[in-house]
C-alpha cells in the first residue's frame, strides 16, 4: 500500500524558514516524480513544485509564488522527499500536502498534509 | 502560464440528479486534464486522468469528456457521498495549475 507521510509543519514567523519532511512507503520511491501541493485555509489546491526522479536529471520546478524561496529536493536512500521554506510570508500559511506525481505530472496518491502558520 | 477555468463555482442538486461540471484552458492543454474531488475535512483523491480515463476503484457515474480545451466530469447520478469541492488540474507541462473548485451540495 502506497503511503505518504509529511512532518515538520508548525508555527513559524514571517521570514523565517521551515522543512517539511514527506516519508514514503509501498513503492519503488525512485522510480517516481514527488510534487507538494498546498491549500490555504478555505482556499482551493495550490501546486508548489515537483522534483522530477533521477532518471529524469532530478530536476525542480516551481510555481511563481514560491520560486527562489522554495526548494524541493529528496534522498532516494531514505524514500524521502523535502520541502525547504526560506524567506516565509504569512500568505504560505496552509496545509502542505505531498503528493506522488505520475505520467508527467497526475497526483495518484496523497499524503495526510501538514499544516503550516506563519504569523508573528 | 495556461489559466484554468472552472464553472460553476458551486451548485446544488437533487439525489439522482446529473451533474455537470466544466473547466477550461485558456490555451490548448491536449487531454492532459486530470479531476480530483476533495471531500469536506478530507485529502484530495484522483478521480479522472487523461480527461476520460476513470481512476481504478472510482464509481462509474463518473465521467471525463474533452472539446478541444473545454474539459467536462459529469455524475451521472448525484449520490450523497458525492458532496465535495471537484477540481481540474492541467498536467501538459509545469506549472500543474488547478482549476478554482466547484464545490457540490445536495438540494
Known amino acids: 500500500e502506497v503511503q505518504l507521510v509529511e512532518c515538520g509543519g508548525g508555527l513559524v514567523q514571517p521570514g523565517r524558514s521551515l522543512r517539511l519532511s514527506c516519508t514514503a512507503s509501498?513503492?519503488?520511491?525512485?522510480?517516481?516524480?514527488m510534487s507538494w501541493v498546498r491549500q490555504a485555509p478555505g482556499k482551493g489546491l495550490e501546486w508548489v513544485g515537483f522534483i522530477r526522479s533521477k532518471a529524469y536529471g532530478g530536476t525542480t520546478e516551481y510555481a511563481a509564488s514560491v520560486k527562489g524561496r522554495f526548494t524541493i529536493s529528496r534522498d532516494d536512500s531514505e524514500s524521502i522527499a523535502y520541502l525547504q521554506m526560506n524567506s516565509l510570508k504569512t500568505e504560505d500559511t496552509a496545509v502542505y500536502y505531498c503528493?506522488?506525481?505520475?505520467?508527467?505530472?497526475?497526483?495518484?496518491?496523497w499524503g495526510q498534509g501538514t499544516l503550516v502558520t506563519v504569523s508573528s | 502560464d495556461i489559466q484554468m477555468t472552472q464553472s460553476p463555482s458551486s451548485l446544488s442538486a437533487s439525489v439522482g440528479d446529473r451533474v455537470t461540471i466544466t473547466c477550461r484552458a485558456s490555451q490548448g492543454i491536449s487531454n492532459y486534464l486530470a479531476w480530483y474531488q476533495q471531500k469536506p475535512g478530507k485529502v484530495p483523491k484522483l478521480l479522472i486522468y487523461g480527461a476520460s480515463t476513470l481512476q481504478s476503484g472510482v464509481p462509474s457515474r463518473f465521467s471525463g469528456t474533452e472539446s478541444g480545451t473545454d474539459f467536462t466530469l459529469t455524475i451521472s447520478s448525484l449520490q450523497p457521498e458525492d458532496v465535495a469541492t471537484y477540481y481540474c488540474?492541467?498536467?501538459?507541462?509545469?506549472?500543474?495549475?488547478f482549476g478554482q473548485g466547484t464545490k457540490v451540495e445536495i438540494k
Open positions: 509501498g513503492f519503488t520511491f525512485g522510480d517516481f516524480a
Open positions: 503528493t506522488r506525481d505520475t505520467y508527467g505530472g497526475i497526483f495518484d496518491h
Open positions: 488540474q492541467k498536467y501538459n507541462s509545469a506549472p500543474r495549475t
